[in-house]
Nanobody, 127 residues
Framework: QVQLVESGGGLVQAGGSLRLSCAAS????????MGWFRQAPGKEREFVAA????????YYTDSAKGRFTISRDNAKNTVYLQMNSLKPEDTAVYSC????????????????????WGQGTQVTVSS
């Protein structure tokens, strides 16, 4: 069992930045694919970004490209989501996810692909 704990959410004005962190409880995290999802009120959970275990490849939803950056520090068992140029439509609960599988194809963009989840952190962007 892997526990994931997010932090770094909050209230920010449009155009501002936030960095989310997700700390994992086990060293096996270093071999896991990691991702970020978000869920806005009344909407389905959606994929935001993902990163391979060794950071060689990152993936983003179109709305995040050029504004968000996913990264990881395996020595600290932590994955990050740097969010810049935030917009009100980025308001959501952001959750990190982990899975021991390697990312292949496109199925990782579905929340069903991921095994472990954090509890989520609220991000609110005011206009």
């Amino acid at each position: 069992q892997v526990q994931l704990v997010e932090s770094g959410g909050g209230l920010v004005q449009a155009g501002g930045s936030l960095r989310l962190s997700c700390a994992a409880s086990r060293r096996t995290f270093t071999t896991y694919s990691m991702g970020w999802f978000r869920q806005a009120p009344g909407k389905e959970r959606e994929f935001v970004a993902a990163i391979t275990w060794n950071s060689d490849t990152t993936y983003y939803t179109d709305s995040a490209k050029g504004r968000f950056t996913i990264s990881r520090d395996n020595a600290k068992n932590t994955v990050y989501l740097q969010m810049n140029s935030l917009k009100p439509e980025d308001t959501a609960v952001y959750s990190c996810a982990g899975d021991p599988q390697s990312i292949r194809g496109s199925t990782f963009s579905s929340s069903n692909w991921w095994t472990y989840w954090g509890q989520g952190t609220q991000v609110t962007v005011s206009s």
